[in-house]
């Protein structure tokens, strides 16, 4: 069984969508699948309400709802209750190719040895880049794969995921703990990296499988855009998640150079060229990202206890 889980996040119609999309390809598996909705939308359209009532009255998906939104947390709730093996999440405002979900599936059973894979993403106005281009990482673990440009069309080994299209053998995932908590709601941003240097460090493989394919739509309400624009903001959550995530996984002088490059890169843009009066506003904001990361980092990672993860050995 593949169990397929999209979180989800203040979307009506587009989530009603992408599930829809979704619906022809399970029909066509040779294997069994499963839908999970993680909803953590407080009020719904009547339109999208009924459409979930109606889906899950008929037993094509399990619609699961949580009271705070959280995505690393609804993450880890899909993990827990899937019952497939392989579990793939996806984002809940996508266009999945023709193939997506048996290509999933293929890149296992070519590669036993992938204990995740990761499919190509179009983000809107990018193209696949043809013809495909190889992609040199950089020696240090905490940069390697970091910018890896995932609408390529060359399939490969790598060190980072996407959460948008990503699956995990369920077992080696809740192995190593699935997704850190501590990464703060609602967008958690490098999470998934994160996770994925701590599962190279398992002994684990990720595989870029290109022919699993999706379209992301970047949905202008809902999900992360529901905390406004990182480029006027003096908030410190939209800065965060990328300074925890270097303070959880570097070491020495590449750490120390990932945390001094970030501020100078968030103000070096053409918004900020253009209206340099948010330049004083952006840096508080960084600063504040800053402090809350320091603190974040002293804490222990907040994983998926023991107990959860003997379940599956």
Not at 278 to 307: N, Q, T, Y
Request: glycine content about 8%; some cysteine; charged content about 20%.
């Amino acid at each position: 069984m593949i169990s397929i889980v999209i979180p989800t996040y203040g979307r009506e119609q587009v989530l009603v969508d992408t599930i829809a999309a979704l619906e022809p390809q399970r029909q066509a598996l040779e294997v069994a699948s499963e839908l999970l909705v993680i909803d953590q939308t407080p009020v719904h359209q009547r339109e999208t309400e009924l459409a979930l009532q109606t889906w899950q009255q008929a037993g094509r998906l399990h619609w699961l709802r949580l009271a705070q939104p959280h995505l690393t947390r609804a993450m880890n709730t899909g993990l827990l209750r899937a019952r497939g093996e392989i579990v793939l999440f996806l984002d809940d405002d996508i266009v999945p190719s023709d193939g997506l979900l048996a290509a999933h599936l293929a890149a296992y059973r070519c590669h036993p040895e992938a204990w995740a894979v990761v499919g190509q993403v179009l983000q809107p106005n990018q193209r696949p880049q043809s013809p495909p281009l190889p992609f040199q990482p950089c020696q240090s673990a905490l940069w390697r794969d970091l910018d890896f440009p995932f609408n390529s069309n060359l399939s490969g080994w790598i060190e980072n995921t996407i959460a948008c299209n990503l699956s995990l053998r369920r077992s080696r995932a809740l192995m190593i703990g699935g997704f850190d908590e501590r990464f703060p709601p609602p967008g958690a941003a490098r999470f998934e990296t994160e996770f994925a240097k701590r599962l190279i460090a398992a002994g684990g493989k990720i595989r870029f499988a290109a022919l699993a394919s999706l379209r992301h739509l970047a949905a202008a309400s809902g999900g992360t855009r529901s905390r406004g624009s990182h480029l006027t903001s003096a908030s410190g959550h939209h800065g965060v998640g990328d300074l925890y995530y270097a303070l959880r996984c570097g070491h020495g002088l590449s750490k120390v150079w990932y945390l001094l490059r970030r501020p100078l890169r968030e103000v070096r843009t053409r918004f900020h060229l253009r209206h340099p009066w948010w330049i004083p506003v952006k840096l508080i904001g960084e600063l504040r990202a800053m402090g809350h990361a320091i603190w974040l980092s002293a804490l222990p990672p907040l994983l998926l206890p023991k107990p959860d993860r003997e379940l599956v050995r």
